[in-house]
């Protein structure tokens, strides 16, 4: 090759780094994953929570009769008054997921059956 063309090669590529290393707003370069598993995820997605219909979680419902413990907020514009006004949710009963229940088994020593 040339001289000339590995110069003007050089000059632009160092043109661009330079050029690419002034530009404000870089994003930060992301964690290199392991080439042996690329697809597994970095975060675990959260736990699903038991939310009901009403929007309240399990926790606000009587475990025994199923009625929401929580209040709701009314607000004064509803009713024609300036403050706002509480009152018990009117859930009839928990119609969420139900969370499974954990249970623990012992591990096998042996490893026979």
Known sequence: MEPVSLVVGAM???GGVL??????NRKAPRPQ???RYPAVAQQRPPTPQPMCGC????VFHDHEKKVCQAQV?????WTGEN????RKCMCQGYRGPV???EYYAPDILDGGM
């Open 12 to 14: 632009i590529a160092l």
């Open 83 to 86: 403050a706002n006004s509480y």
């Open 73 to 77: 907020v009314i607000p004064g514009k």
């Open 19 to 24: 050029l690419g290393r002034a530009l404000p």
């Open 99 to 101: 969370p499974v229940d």
């Open 55 to 58: 929007g309240h979680h399990l």
């Open 33 to 35: 994953q392991s080439s």
